[in-house]
């Protein structure tokens, strides 16, 4: 049995919960037969996947969901051996380039170039074109998203594209022009509880008291995947789901917290050394370096007197950036703590000092 | 405020009534001077005849005392009770005073030494002379060619190379040691090298003596094995030493044809002469190198059953080569010797060619070369052929010209950077100096700064308490750690796709210099508490991308079932996974094996992502927290079961598969990416 997330998920356009007509155009646009390039973007857990997953029965019915995947080797020039996992229906495929790396664009062009040289061969096939879904493109680094501009014109005649995407603003413009701008938002509170509420149909009982429901759901964040395992987690744990329930956090968010907490406690070299091995610690159990700046900021600002605040998201911001510039993520957290710490303190003797006078 | 001197270069160096007036005193410099730094005030010493040693004894005459000395010197000072002087009274002691010509104790040591120098020259000139003579003889007396040179075209290194053991200097020991061995030889090949002996060396049929360059190794080889009655066979990097030639060559009994027929001595193939009694020296072992393959091997073969003395010498004793032989040689490290040692042979050589060297001028030279007496004897003939005397700038210069560019490693780099001299105000050093200090590891000096630059007493404080000092030290922190930001950006642009490499000097000055500017200072390899540490980042970055693919292997095989990415893999599913695959086992044991795997097949698991799930943990659901609860029994009972059945599996390795990876073409030349879309 898996999870609640997995076992109830939509499989057709019609199930789905939300987003009604955005349901609709894409029902109309598969029903169309002329099907464009199309973006979906939005934040995880809204059900990009999801409708993408919908979209493709809609235009090709039932056999998009018979799906295997294929481990495909290629040999880069300098000899290293890269795995490249397809996952693939008769109709469409799916490729992630991002575990590449560097290598993204030459492995796309070959793999683009295999599908668009053959031909679709099932005769009942609904369409003649084949649907290639990249994953994670807003990883896609900038010499593979100016290789795909030209394929995407080039093989229009028997293949599309459907990039998945959290946000648009790592993409390049001609690529955005190229494609069918979808937006998945992330699902509201009410539609949250609608899902979860079905989903305990499902399962078969009945939610006594709503408000922990609500209260999952505002935890979550609008992110439903996050809702519905949190939900299925508490249920297993309490069983009754009734009363007052404290939602635990994941692993790596109470730990961003301690980091957090370590910040506002103390602002010594030795403090920093201490932080530095826990930041270390959550980058390397591979939680992504914005996850963490962001958690620990969100966490900063909670403690901390409200004139701080805004200077505090403004660095974190500025790190931010320069995170995503430079190679190496710690050196940028670590000027972040630095700064967080000196501004904390300059704060804290202001007001200490200004007392005694 | 910064340490150090209020003004440098502010008092001129006075007029020295003598300008040997220092002669006999030796000193101690602690602490910084205002207006020299500390190199110059000791290389003044130096001029003046002085002796500069750095930890003061009872026999020390002065101790410098500038800001902030020492404590550990102040407390010598006390217990040995000894005179102290100020950079005033240091400069007063130069301009004043008169070495005491007269007194005896001083005088006789003088002249004793004077004459111990003539001495020595009159014997070189004496053998010299004996040589001549003799060469002369055997030309008259053959009419042969000889291929001796004469002695006046002869570079200083040849013609004084000593000859005799008291004439080498230094490692006067293992020079014994070696003497021994070669006398024992004989009676050692006789018990079949089964006594030890006096030095234990007796078993061993071969040397190996290691060593810096230019200190007389082969020099010490040559003249013991003469000295023993050996005749030496020198096999050096000029000849070819692999395998095969190693045992043919070697081979000293094959008399040659060629040696026959010039109707002299026999000499073996390699053109030796053959005598009853010959000793191998294998010369700069270590530069065996590619085109020498096996010559090691082959050499240590030979060593094990030669019946003549083997020495073999070489430069580095760790070098990864040379293990066999170590394990199979008697080991005589060399050291280079003391500038003491190696002052007067120099001095009786420097008179004897007419040149005028003071002393102090000889350690210098010495000092800069690093005791290669070779170096010093090439640098000052260099210097005959223009000049007949040296001075102590002169001898300064020439030292700095010859120096040997040694490559620092990153922990030296960053204990200079960090450490309390580099920024003091007396520091000389340039900026272009600095960067020098980068360039020495451009790779591995930024990431050192990063691990260390936190683990210092910042100087620029230390004249502040309080909250003042708390907040600057986080100011300068926060500059410091900005500054190795900025430096990660220009990395990236270094080693980004256009390889700016013009720009590493930029990068030198944003990630080592600037951050060391704010925060040098003691503590970190200078006595504090935190010693210098190697970067964390690099073992942590392989953690990490090992865990990365891990966890992409994991995403891979689960994608059948979760739509979602390796990111919230990470962030969701895994902490939601966690109490149906990993709790089970912790609370239930062997028993809830069957269910933990039932949901692993659920979602295409196999029992290595088990594992992984169980390393990405953090917190309380960190690997070793999680692993101590469940029992060894648990964990192989849950190994046993799921080896013992069939699973689904997602898909197939393609290396199991026994697919051929496709080749990809070269990257070629990047899209432009201004085109118009």
């Not at chain 1, 998009?64 to 290629?74: A, G, M, S």
């Not at chain 1, 010499?143 to 795909?148: F, G, R, S």
Request: aromatic letters at 6%; glycine letters at 6%; charged letters at 25%.
């Amino acid at each position: 049995m898996s999870l609640w997330v997995d076992c109830y998920r939509p499989k057709s356009l019609d199930e789905l919960h939300y987003h009604e007509s955005l349901s609709a155009r894409l029902r109309s646009l598969a029903a169309s037969g002329d099907f464009p390039h199309m973006l979906f973007y939005g934040p995880s857990g809204a059900g990009k996947k999801t409708r993408i997953a919908c979209t493709l029965k809609e235009l090709f019915g039932k056999g998009v969901e018979k799906l295997k995947i294929d481990q495909r080797v290629f040999l880069t020039p300098s000899r290293r051996k890269l795995d490249v996992n397809v996952v693939q229906s008769n109709f469409h495929l799916e490729i992630t380039p991002s575990e590449v790396g560097n290598y993204d664009r030459v492995v796309i062009q070959e793999l683009l170039k295999e599908i668009a040289q053959t031909q679709q061969v099932d005769i009942n096939a609904r369409h003649r074109f084949k649907v290639v879904v990249i994953n994670e493109a807003d990883s896609l680094t900038r010499d593979a998203q100016a290789a795909l501009r030209r394929t995407m014109e080039k093989y229009m005649s028997n293949m599309r594209i459907i990039l998945c995407a959290n946000s648009t603003s790592k993409l390049i413009a001609p690529i955005k022009s190229r494609c069918l701008l979808v937006r998945v938002a992330a699902p509201t509170e009410e539609e949250m509880v609608t899902v979860m509420k079905h989903v305990a149909s499902r399962q078969n009982f009945r939610i006594e008291d709503e408000s922990v429901v609500c209260e999952i759901a505002r935890d979550a964040e609008g992110n439903l995947r996050k809702a519905l395992l949190v939900f299925e987690a508490l249920k297993m744990q309490t069983g009754s789901l009734n009363g007052p329930i404290t939602i635990a956090k994941p692993d790596w968010e109470t730990y961003c917290i301690k980091v957090g907490d370590m910040i506002t406690q103390e602002q010594s070299p030795q403090r920093v050394m201490d932080v530095r091995t826990k930041l270390y610690e959550l980058l390397s159990h591979c939680i992504p370096p914005t996850v963490i700046l962001k958690t620990i900021a969100a966490r900063v600002v909670e403690k901390v007197d409200e004139s701080l605040k805004a200077d505090i998201m403004h660095w974190a911001a500025v790190y931010e950036v320069r995170m995503r510039v430079g190679n190496k993520k710690i050196f940028h957290l670590e000027a972040w703590v630095v700064k967080v710490m000196s501004i904390y303190k300059h704060f804290f003797y202001g007001i200490d000092m200004g007392s005694f006078e | 405020m910064a340490a150090g001197p209020s003004a440098p270069g502010s008092k001129p160096v006075p007029a020295a009534k003598d300008s040997n007036c220092l002669a006999g005193l030796s000193f101690v410099f602690t602490g910084e001077l205002s207006a020299f730094s500390r190199e110059e005030a000791t290389d003044l010493a130096k001029r003046f005849g002085g002796r500069v040693v750095s930890q003061p004894s009872s026999r020390t005459d002065y101790v410098v005392l500038g800001a902030d000395a020492g404590p550990s010197k102040l407390a010598a000072i006390k217990k040995n009770n000894l005179k102290t002087l100020d950079e005033d009274g240091f400069l007063n002691l130069i301009a004043t005073r008169v070495p005491d010509y007269t007194d005896d104790k001083l005088k006789k040591k003088i002249e004793k030494e004077q004459d111990a120098i003539r001495a020595a020259a009159n014997e070189l000139e004496r053998r010299e002379k004996e040589i001549e003579k003799k060469v002369k003889g055997k030309e008259k007396g053959k009419d042969q060619i000889s291929n001796t040179v004469p002695l006046g075209s002869q570079l200083w290194v040849d013609r004084y190379s000593p000859h005799t053991l008291k004439e080498v200097c230094g490692n006067k020991g293992q020079i014994e040691k070696l003497q021994q061995w070669l006398n024992d030889w004989p009676s050692s090949l006789k018990s079949g090298f089964k006594k030890p002996g006096k030095n234990a060396m007796n078993t061993s049929r071969a040397v190996l003596i290691t060593g810096p360059p230019g200190i007389g190794k082969t020099t010490a080889a040559h003249l013991c094995a003469k000295l023993a009655g050996f005749t030496p066979i020198e096999l050096n990097a000029s000849d070819a030493r692999s395998k095969r030639l190693v045992e043919n060559s070697t081979n000293v009994s094959n008399t040659s044809l060629d040696g026959w027929m010039h109707g002299t001595e026999a000499t073996n193939a390699a053109g030796v002469k053959i005598t009853d009694k010959s000793c191998l020296i294998m010369d700069e072992v270590d530069g065996m190198s590619a085109g020498d393959r096996g010559g090691v091997v082959a050499l240590v073969a030979l060593i094990r059953k030669t019946k003549i003395p083997i020495i073999c010498i070489a430069n580095d004793r760790g070098a990864q080569k040379l293990k066999p032989l170590i394990a199979n040689a008697f080991n005589l490290p060399f050291r280079r010797p003391e500038a003491a040692a190696i002052r007067s042979r120099l001095l009786t050589i420097a008179f004897k060619e007419k040149m005028k060297v003071p002393a102090n001028v000889i350690d210098q030279l010495v000092m800069g070369a690093q005791s290669d007496i070779r170096q010093v004897l090439n640098m000052l003939s260099t210097w005959k052929l223009s000049n007949n005397a040296i001075d102590f700038d002169q001898g300064k210069d020439l030292s700095k010209m010859n120096e040997k560019y040694t490559v620092l490693t990153p922990f030296d780099v960053t204990y200079k950077m960090l450490g309390p001299y580099m920024f003091s105000a007396t520091a000389r050093e340039t900026l272009g100096d600095k960067m020098e200090l980068y360039f020495h590891d451009p790779s591995f000096v930024p990431l050192f700064m990063q691990e260390n630059y936190l683990k210092t007493q910042p100087s620029r404080i230390k004249n502040d308490a309080g909250p003042e000092k708390t907040l600057k030290h986080l100011e300068l922190m926060d500059k410091a750690a900005s500054s190795l930001s900025d430096g990660d950006l220009v990395d990236a642009l270094i080693h980004g796709p256009e390889q700016h490499w013009s720009l590493m000097p930029l990068h030198a000055v944003c990630s080592t210099i600037r951050p060391a500017s704010f925060l040098y200072g003691s503590g970190g390899g200078y006595g504090g508490q935190n010693p210098m540490s190697f970067p964390a980042w690099l073992g942590q970055n392989s953690k990490q991308s090992k865990l990365n693919r891990e966890l992409m292997d994991m995403q891979a095989r689960m994608r059948l079932k979760v739509s979602s990415d390796r990111h919230e893999l990470r962030q969701s599913y895994i902490p939601a996974l966690f109490p149906y695959v990993v709790k089970p086992l912790m609370d239930e044991g062997v028993s809830a094996v069957g269910t933990v795997i039932t949901r692993m097949d659920d979602y295409f698991l196999n029992r290595d992502d088990w594992d992984t799930l169980v390393e990405l943990g953090l917190d309380e659901y960190k690997d070793e927290v999680v692993l101590k609860k469940i029992t060894p029994a648990t964990k192989t009972g849950l190994t046993r079961k799921y080896n013992a059945a069939d699973h689904p599996i997602a898909f197939h390795k393609a290396t199991d598969l026994g697919k051929v990876p496709k080749k990809l073409a070269a990257q070629g030349p990047a899209p432009d990416l201004e085109e118009a879309p």
